[in-house]
C-alpha cells in the first residue's frame, strides 16, 4: 500500500486554481489513489457564463476523469465547489463557506495564478501576491491545517543563471508594493513597471517571485513547502499519455507549427527545453504535501521540478521530433506545410517573418479579399508573431536549477510511492513523449478526429505541389525582371543557354555516330 495515498484518506484538501491546467491533474491523481479522501474543496469563479457547478460537472464528465469514475463512483460528492474570487477581499467567500473551509481543511494546494505574460502589475500582484498572503492568513486560523504546498514557477527567478532551492529577496518588498498599488494610478503604474521588474522578462516572473517572498515573511508556524516547475507540458503516463487543455507554452506553438502558419522561430536551437510532464508536477506535489505534513521540515522547503539536469533535451531536438511527428499524424486544413527553421540571429529572424509569415498571409488575404471574403490572416500572424516574442526570452537561454530537496524526497519514499507518484524524470524517453504531446493537442486540444489523417495528408501533398509551383513562378519572374535590368545578367543568361545548346548538340551528335 502506497504510504502517500493512504495520508490522504480521510483528508480534507483546499485547492486554489482547481479548473486550471495543473489543478485538474491534481484532482484527478487524488481520487484515482486516494478514493477515501474526505472532501476536496475547490475555490472557483463562475466564468463564462457558466456557474461554479456547471464548470465543475464539465471537468468531471471530461476524458480525463473517465478512470476517476470508476475508482471513485460518488466523486461528485466528494468535490465541494466554493464561490471565491481571489481578486477580492476575504476572495468574496461568504461566511459559512469560510468557517467550514477554516474548520475542516487539513492540507493546502494553492495553484491559482494569472500566468499570462503581458497582466497588468496591478492585477498580478492582486492575484500573485496578495491573495497569496491572504490565503496565508486564512491558513493561520485553520486549527487543522497540516501543510500548505505553494506553486510557484522555475521562472521566478530567471534573472539568475544558476538557481538554487531557496527563496531569493526581490529588491522591493512585496509589502510596499502591495501598499503603493493601492494608491497609485493606472498609468503612473505603466511607467514604473519597467524600472521595478527589472532584469524580470516579464510581469508574470516577477509577481511569482514576490509571491514566494510574501510565503516566507507571512509562514509564521505554518507547515509549508514551494514548488517550482519550469514549464509545464502535456501528461506523460497518467491518466493517459499526451492530455493536455491550454493553449499556454509550447501548446500554441505546437498547433501554429503544426497548422503552418509558424515555419520559423527565433530559438536557440541547442538551449535546454526545458518542458516537464504535469504528471510528474503532479506526483511531486502530492508527494511534497505527505512529506510536509508529516516530517513539518523546520524551514520551508523549495523543489524544482524541471528536466534539463537530469534528462536535457533541447529545441532542436523537440522541433525535429515534433515535425516527425505531424508526417504521421498532420492537423487538419493546414494553412502551409509545416516546418521549423530556428535561428539566433534577430536579423534572418526578421527575414523569415517577413518572407515566411507576413509575405503569405498579406498574398492569402489578397486571395480572400478578391473572392469577396473578409481578409484575417494578416491580423492573426501579428498577433501569433506578438505572442511568439514573448515566449522568445525562454528558448533562447538555458537555466541550471539544483534539485537536492527533490532528490532528497524522491530517496524518503518507498519502491511503492516511488512507482505510484513516480517524478524521476530520468526514465522520461523523450521521443515516445513528444509524439504522444502532439498527438495529445491534436485530439484534446483541436479535438480533431483521427480518421481524418488521409485527407490532411492528401493536402499537405496538394500544398506541397503549389509551394513548389509558387516558388519556380517567383524564380522566373524575378530572373525576367533581372534580365530586362541587367547587362551582367543577361551575359549570363545568354552564355548558359549557349552553354546548354552546345551540350545537347554535342549529346545529339554522339548518341547519332553510335547508331
Ligand atoms: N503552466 C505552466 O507552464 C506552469 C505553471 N506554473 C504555475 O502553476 C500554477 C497553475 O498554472 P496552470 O494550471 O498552468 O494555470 P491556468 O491558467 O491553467 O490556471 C489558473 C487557475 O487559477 C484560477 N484563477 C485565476 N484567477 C482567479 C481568480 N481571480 N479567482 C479564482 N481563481 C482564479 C483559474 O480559474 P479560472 O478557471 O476561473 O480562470 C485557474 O483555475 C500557477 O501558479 C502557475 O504559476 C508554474 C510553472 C509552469
Known amino acids: 500500500m502506497s504510504t502517500v495515498a493512504a495520508f490522504y484518506g480521510g483528508k480534507s484538501i483546499l485547492i486554489t486554481g482547481a479548473t486550471g491546467f495543473l489543478g485538474k491533474v491534481l484532482m484527478e491523481k487524488l481520487f484515482r489513489t486516494s478514493p477515501d479522501l474526505k472532501v476536496i474543496y475547490i475555490l472557483v469563479r463562475p466564468k463564462a457564463g457558466q456557474t461554479l457547478q456547471q464548470r465543475v460537472f464539465q471537468i468531471l464528465d471530461s476524458k480525463l476523469f473517465e478512470k476517476v469514475k470508476e475508482v471513485c463512483p460518488n466523486v461528485h460528492e466528494k468535490i465541494r465547489a466554493i464561490y471565491a474570487d481571489l481578486n477580492q477581499n476575504d476572495f468574496a467567500i461568504s461566511k459559512e463557506d469560510m468557517q467550514e473551509l477554516l474548520s475542516c481543511t487539513n492540507i493546502i494546494f494553492h495553484c491559482a495564478a494569472t500566468v499570462r505574460f503581458d497582466d497588468t502589475l496591478r492585477h498580478a500582484v492582486q492575484l500573485n501576491v496578495t491573495a497569496t498572503r491572504q490565503l496565508l492568513l486564512m ?3 485553520m486549527p487543522k491545517l497540516e501543510a500548505f504546498i505553494h506553486i510557484s514557477t522555475a521562472y521566478s527567478n530567471c534573472n539568475l543563471k544558476h538557481i538554487d532551492e531557496v527563496i531569493y529577496p526581490c529588491p522591493v518588498e512585496p509589502k510596499k508594493i502591495i501598499d503603493s498599488l493601492e494608491w497609485l494610478d493606472d498609468a503612473i503604474i505603466d511607467e514604473i513597471t519597467p524600472k521595478l521588474i527589472r532584469d524580470w522578462p516579464n510581469i508574470y516572473t516577477y509577481t511569482k517571485a514576490l509571491g514566494e517572498m510574501v510565503v516566507q515573511q ?28 491550454n493553449i499556454n507554452g509550447p501548446n500554441g506553438i505546437i498547433i501554429a507549427t503544426g497548422k503552418g502558419f509558424l515555419r520559423a522561430i527565433k530559438a536557440t536551437p541547442m538551449a535546454v527545453a526545458d518542458v516537464i510532464p504535469v504528471d510528474t508536477v503532479v506526483n511531486l506535489m502530492l508527494a511534497v504535501g505527505w512529506y510536509t505534513a508529516v516530517h513539518r521540515p523546520k524551514s520551508t522547503l523549495v523543489y524544482h521540478i524541471t528536466s534539463g539536469n537530469m534528462n536535457p533535451c533541447n529545441w532542436h531536438k523537440m522541433g525535429v521530433q515534433v515535425l516527425a511527428t505531424f508526417e504521421k499524424i498532420p492537423f487538419e486544413r493546414p494553412f502551409r506545410r509545416p516546418n521549423a527553421n530556428f535561428t539566433s540571429n534577430s536579423f534572418t529572424s526578421q527575414y523569415w517573418n517577413a518572407v515566411s509569415h507576413r509575405a503569405p498571409a498579406i498574398i492569402y488575404d489578397c486571395y480572400l479579399r478578391l473572392t469577396g471574403r473578409k481578409p484575417r490572416m494578416t491580423k492573426l500572424m501579428n498577433r501569433l508573431l506578438r505572442t511568439v516574442s514573448m515566449l522568445e526570452y525562454f528558448i533562447n537561454r538555458s537555466w541550471e536549477w539544483s534539485t537536492y530537496n527533490t532528490e532528497m524526497l524522491m530517496s524518503e519514499l518507498s519502491p511503492e510511492d516511488q512507482r505510484v507518484f513516480n517524478f524521476d524524470v530520468r526514465q522520461l524517453n523523450w521521443l515516445e513523449y513528444i509524439e504522444n504531446y502532439v498527438l495529445g493537442v491534436k485530439k484534446y486540444l483541436l479535438k480533431e478526429d483521427m480518421a481524418g489523417i488521409p485527407e490532411a495528408k492528401q493536402r499537405l501533398k496538394r500544398l506541397r505541389n503549389i509551394h513548389y509551383l509558387f516558388n519556380t513562378a517567383l524564380f522566373l519572374i524575378a530572373w525576367r525582371l533581372l534580365i530586362a535590368r541587367s547587362q551582367m545578367a543577361r551575359n549570363v543568361w545568354f552564355f548558359i543557354v549557349s552553354f546548354c545548346y552546345k551540350f545537347l548538340s554535342y549529346f545529339r551528335a554522339s548518341s547519332t555516330l553510335k547508331v
Open 218 to 245: 507571512e509562514s509564521r508556524n505554518l507547515s509549508i513547502a514551494i514548488i517550482r516547475p519550469s514549464i509545464v507540458g502535456a501528461t506523460w503516463q497518467e491518466p493517459f499519455p499526451g492530455w493536455v487543455d
Open 139 to 141: 491558513a493561520s486560523q
